[in-house]
Nanobody, 119 residues
Framework: QVQLVESGGGLVQAGGSLRLSCTASASSASANVFGWYRQAPGNEREVVALTRTSRFTTYADSVKGRFTVSRDNAKNSVYLQMNSLKAEDTAVYYC?????????????WGQGTQVTVSS
């Protein structure tokens, strides 16, 4: 079992910035996918930004150019720098890690951290 611990959420005004951090209890170098999802009230959980061992990154169209995801395997951590925040970015942000092989696929979630953007 891999534990993911997030930090960095909070309340910020529109146009402001926040940086989320997530640290895994296992080596993140082995994580095929390591990144962030979010879920706003009444909405389904959605991808925000993901990093892969191939160094390929994925961003939701709504955050491209504003958010940057980065991974530091030496610290078993992934970060989400969020700039130019909008009210519609308000959500609970979840850290996500996927460890997979030819035989198995294991996914893990953090407990979530609230991000609230006031307009």
């Amino acid at each position: 079992q891999v534990q993911l611990v997030e930090s960095g959420g909070g309340l910020v005004q529109a146009g402001g910035s926040l940086r989320l951090s997530c640290t895994a209890s296992a080596s993140s170098a082995s994580a095929n996918v390591f990144g962030w999802y979010r879920q706003a009230p009444g909405n389904e959980r959605e991808v925000v930004a993901l990093t892969r061992t191939s160094r390929f990154t994925t961003y939701a169209d709504s955050v491209k150019g504003r958010f940057t995801v980065s991974r530091d395997n030496a610290k078993n951590s992934v970060y989400l720098q969020m700039n130019s925040l909008k009210a519609e970015d308000t959500a609970v942000y979840y850290c996500y890690a996927e460890y997979s092989s030819a035989l198995s696929r294991n996914t893990f979630w953090g407990q979530g951290t609230q991000v609230t953007v006031s307009s």
